[in-house]
């Protein structure tokens, strides 16, 4: 999922034509960012879906579930509850990536990109930055909303750096398999529509409660679904409770699914590329 892994994959302009790839990465990086808040639906729903069900199983439900769960620190069920709402943060921006994607392909902007004299690995990785930006700065504000509602982790500051970091790298996978989702997609509205059940699928996971408590066959997918060890690391990181192998498996899904991102959209993107020169 490196630049240099791109950069081997993807074609380039003209060997007379000289290109300048920080400065051709740092000017896409700004205009992606500046599209992506401008667009206040989409910053909206990224930051508006996990923070409606932060409110909706806390205040609604948590009375009850809470019972159900073993509190990890000492705010009630939105200890428990926040973990799988970051990474469902994460998941949404699936969707704005995918949306976005789509839009700049299916309008032509990436065909005109390609035939300029510009480090064409700079369109998609400097894409998947602004995501993650955005994803990252979306689960600040989630996690800020819970802290007003009595969150309460006892991580250390170390721990902290493990779970940003954590956070990072499974919002950079993810928002290549957005960046895929939406360089394959037909049209923006099948763009939008496709990644919607990723974004649902913390949910049926340990992420409301454990799924030892789910009846037998939702259980076994719960255990065995990539949400699941992703939710489990950052409860362990955020609490101290034990993490187990969940680490582990979390970053094998974790990369599978970047490596999945990455090759589908190198593909996609070339799939219908017009001509290099020669």
Not at 151 to 160: Q, V
Request: net charge positive; glycine share 10%.
């Amino acid at each position: 999922m490196t630049d240099s892994t791109v950069a081997a994959t993807l074609p380039r302009p003209s060997g007379s034509v000289k290109v300048h790839p920080l400065r051709d990465l740092s000017t896409m990086l700004r205009r992606n960012m500046k599209n992506q808040f401008r667009d206040k639906v989409a910053v909206g729903a990224i930051i508006g879906i996990p923070v409606l069900f932060l409110l909706l199983f806390n205040y609604v439900f948590g009375g009850a579930l809470g019972d159900a769960v073993n509190i990890a620190g000492s705010g009630g069920y939105v200890d428990y509850l926040l973990p799988g709402l970051i990474i469902m943060t994460a998941a949404s921006q699936l969707i704005g990536t995918s949306t976005q994607t789509s839009v700049d392909m299916t309008g032509g902007i990436y065909n005109r990109f390609r035939t300029m004299a510009i480090y064409t690995p700079s369109i998609l990785v400097a894409r998947v930055l602004a995501s993650v930006i955005q994803a990252l700065l979306s689960m600040a504000v989630v996690t800020g909303i819970a802290f007003l509602m009595g969150l309460s982790p006892n991580a250390t500051p170390l721990e902290w750096l493990a779970v940003v970091g954590f956070l990072a790298y499974v919002s950079l996978a993810l928002c290549w398999l957005g960046l895929a989702f939406g360089l394959a997609a037909k049209t923006v509205g099948s763009a939008s529509n496709g990644p919607f059940p990723l974004v649902l699928l913390p949910l049926v996971g340990s992420g409301i409660v454990p799924p030892e408590s789910m009846s037998t066959g939702v259980r076994y997918f719960a255990e065995y679904q990539p949400f699941t060890p992703m939710i489990d690391t950052l409860r362990g990181l955020m609490y101290g409770t034990p993490i187990g192998d969940s680490a582990v498996i979390a970053l094998a899904w974790t990369t599978g699914i970047g490596v999945l991102g990455l090759f589908w959209s190198i593909k996609a993107f070339n799939r219908e590329r017009p001509d290099q020169p020669n």
